[in-house]
């Protein structure tokens, strides 16, 4: 087991930031303290991420105009950016974490004309004062090797915001040279409640503040994201929506895009919008989206991922809902039909992951090659489901222990025999259906907390890389308390499986 030494990280951590400060190509020397101090940049994924990018920032004084983003390739001079216009809204916000604070500016500018595989050095801001020096880097334009890092559920809230914090923070430093981020849904706990936005960011200022751990990764790299069922209210403006300018390439479905990113191919489905009395015309949209998205990457050889919140196939017990049943009964046999390759969900704050076909069974390909390390050729119409627990440390949900619920019809095999890995389960659970031994080691259940002492509250991050003939889940749990926001166990490694052509 892979195991990281707490001394030895925080130390290693420490000096990591100090060098990157050092050698950063578009750093510079802090501003001072001021209203007028762009907070919560936020780089949004666009459908052209080799020649574009969206970002979003806000200002606590809310009489700046002509707000401006000023682009330049990095290592070049700033004298010769390129300047784009911003947009700018006036919000009033609740429960907003810093004393005073009932409304901010709300600014989006769409980046555009960039080349692809470049770094960019930009600043955002007004007249009256710009950012910091930032930087990003476009999407390439070949199929070289690159990593991402995805998270089910940062859904922030209160103290369990200093987690999420860590968590990026265990995830940069492990992985310094990720491209992208994915949330799959559920960004903070309620979608209009800026102190939870404010924590999101690690906004200075804020009564939730993690002076320990920055979290800047969120500022630092693209995000592509899911709309969840906690970010879902009024459309996700005022929150989700607001802080980020994702496309919506469904007409009427809010946050439902795809981009190309090297050898793969990202379609984000919203299927909050698509299950209600008035969302057949939403469903039957986003279908004929996710079939013209995949048959052009299948043209053009390219790996599928889909994304959206609420998981189908989970270990943990969101699986007997209502509109849970529903949407696997129209969604998965449309994956397997499509042969999608991954399916990237949240909302059941569990770790789990199997190969399903179209009639809920396990496609029976993994094989272990070490401890916890698996290996699969990537099946026909059998996608890989993943859900990747919690990226704080909010909750973690129990698995359905019977099979009562399960409906004729609903594709779904009895004793969890759709899947290879269930963290809820208790350590060492074997199925009955198909013999495997599901959960390794820790037990993810809050039902469990304080009687099994196999139980571990600890937030997870998964990265995945991604070349032309393979793509790689590596699983990480961080023992990160909230309470005293320190690490307390070491990190390591829950899961990893490489998927090959």
Not at 361 to 384: G, V
């Amino acid at each position: 087991m892979f195991k990281i030494g707490k001394k030895a990280l925080f130390n290693f951590l420490v000096s990591a930031v100090i060098i990157a400060t050092l050698s950063l190509p578009c750093a510079v020397s802090a501003a001072e303290d001021s209203a007028l101090i762009p907070n919560q940049i936020a780089l949004a994924m666009t459908s052209e991420p080799t020649t574009s990018i969206n970002i979003n920032w806000t200002t606590i004084d809310t009489t700046p105009t002509d707000p401006v983003v000023m682009v330049w390739p990095a290592n070049s001079r700033e004298s010769g950016a390129m300047e784009f216009d911003a947009q700018v809204e006036t919000r009033t916000v609740d429960s907003s974490n810093i004393s005073g604070v009932t409304a901010k500016n709300f600014y989006s500018a769409a980046i555009t004309g960039l080349k692809p595989n470049t770094a960019y050095c930009y600043r955002v801001g007004t007249a009256g004062e710009m950012s910091e020096a930032g930087s990003f880097e476009t999407a390439p334009d070949n199929n070289g090797q690159y990593t991402f890092i995805y998270f089910s559920d940062s859904q922030v809230s209160g103290v369990h915001s200093l987690a999420w914090q860590a968590n990026l923070d265990m995830a940069e430093e492990m992985y310094p040279d990720a491209s992208f981020l994915y949330i799959a849904g559920d960004l903070t706990d309620k979608a209009q409640n800026e102190g939870q936005w404010e924590s999101f960011f690690n906004q200075p200022d804020n009564t939730m503040f993690n002076a320990d751990f920055s979290g800047s990764l969120i500022s630092e790299l693209p995000l592509a994201a899911a709309m969840g069922n906690h970010d879902s209210k009024n459309d996700g403006v005022g929150g989700m929506c607001s802080h980020y300018a994702w496309g919506s390439e469904v007409d009427g479905v809010p946050v439902s895009y795809a981009f190309d990113y090297g050898a793969a191919r990202m379609i984000v489905l919203n299927i909050e919008a698509a299950y209600s009395q008035d969302s057949e015309a939403k469903r039957l949209a986003q279908t004929e989206f996710l079939e013209d998205e995949v048959a052009q990457a299948k043209e053009k050889g390219k790996w599928t991922f889909v994304g959206f919140h609420k998981s189908l196939y989970s270990g943990a017990n969101h699986m007997d809902d209502a509109d849970v049943i529903y949407n696997r009964k129209y969604w998965t046999p449309i994956f397997a039909e499509l042969d999608v390759d991954f399916v990237l969900q949240g909302h059941d704050h569990v770790l789990s992951r199997g190969f399903v076909q179209a009639d809920g069974t396990a496609a029976d390909i993994t094989r272990q090659i070490s401890d916890r390390e698996y290996m699969a050729k990537d099946p026909d119409n059998a996608p890989l489901y993943y859900d990747g627990n919690c990226g704080s440390s909010l909750k973690f949900y129990a698995p359905i222990m019977d099979n009562s619920w399960i409906q004729p019809g609903d594709p779904v095999a009895p004793d969890f025999g759709y899947l290879d890995i269930n963290s809820a389960l208790p350590a060492g659970y074997v199925s009955e259906v198909t013999g495997k031994a599901l959960n390794p080691g820790p037990c993810t259940n809050d039902d469990l907390e304080g009687e099994d002492p196999g139980f571990f509250r600890t937030p997870t991050f998964t990265a995945i890389t991604v070349s032309k003939g393979t793509v790689e889940f590596t699983t990480y749990m961080t023992g990160f308390d909230p309470n005293t926001n320190s690490i307390v166990e070491d990190s390591f490694l829950y899961d990893s499986i490489k998927v090959t052509r």
